[in-house]
T-cell receptor, first 110, second 110 residues
Framework: DAGITQSPRHKVTETGTPVTLRCHQT?????MYWYRQDPGHGLRLIHY???????DKGEVSDGYSVSRSKTEDFLLTLESATSSQTSVYFC?????????FGSGTRLTVV | GENVEQHPSTLSVQEGDSAVIKCTYS??????FPWYKQELGKRPQLIID?????GEKKDQRIAVTLNKTAKHFSLHITETQPEDSAVYFC?????????FGRGTSLIVHP
């Protein structure tokens, strides 16, 4: 969907380095989410936002932080990347037609 | 919080057969139940959803049923085709914080 984009699409980083993933939406949706997807675990919520500067933790928030300074942007930061954070990360928003996901970011921590 | 169980984890059918995927949820306050299809390497995409004031919804070959008393809902796909092969996720939520099941890998053999 053109309304939600993630960057980068792929990233390889070293253990211990900080990493920021970006989600950008053009739909003016209030709610935005970050999920990680791992085999056998489905989609697990990391953090979500219910407005500018309003965020809260999901079920797997340890090691992650988020920021939302504008309605359209929701950033996910891995403060010090670890190999257990190797995953595919999806951003999502909610509108009238349910939840819409971005294309995902495949992150590899080596 | 909400807990969603999804079964089976893998489902293999012959082309033309029907497929049924079942989910149970724990929070009686949940009132929105979407289903997502994720093809390999792609984002999850909404295929059908149901709200708690409705017991069944159909869209061509797919249907969803909801039993609020028993707290379970199911996805039914009739006349399956090879292009139905994908991972299917159910979700349950209140207004804005969905919890996803772990996914069902549907394989349709020609």
């Amino acid at each position: 969907d053109a309304g939600i984009t993630q960057s980068p699409r792929h990233k390889v980083t070293e253990t211990g380095t900080p990493v920021t993933l970006r989600c950008h939406q053009t739909e003016n949706h209030r709610y935005m989410y970050w999920y990680r997807q791992d085999p056998g675990h489905g989609l697990r919520l990391i953090h979500y936002s219910y407005g500018v500067k309003d965020t809260d933790k999901g079920e797997v928030s340890d090691g992650y932080s988020v920021s939302r300074s504008k309605t359209e942007d929701f950033l996910l930061t891995l403060e010090s990347a670890t190999s257990s954070q190797t995953s595919v990360y999806f951003c999502a928003t909610e509108g009238q037609n349910g939840y819409t996901f971005g294309s995902g970011t495949r992150l590899t921590v080596v | 919080g909400e807990n969603v169980e999804q079964h089976p984890s893998t489902l293999s059918v012959q082309e033309g057969d029907s497929a049924v995927i079942k989910c149970t949820y724990s929070d009686s306050a949940s009132n929105y139940f979407p289903w997502y299809k994720q093809e390999l390497g792609k984002r999850p995409q909404l295929i059908i959803d149901i709200r708690s004031n409705v017991g069944e919804k159909k869209d061509q070959r797919i249907a969803v049923t909801l039993n609020k008393t028993a707290k379970h809902f199911s996805l039914h796909i009739t006349e399956t085709q090879p292009e139905d092969s994908a991972v299917y996720f159910c979700a349950a939520g209140g207004s804005y914080i969905p919890t996803f099941g772990r996914g069902t890998s549907l394989i349709v053999h020609p």
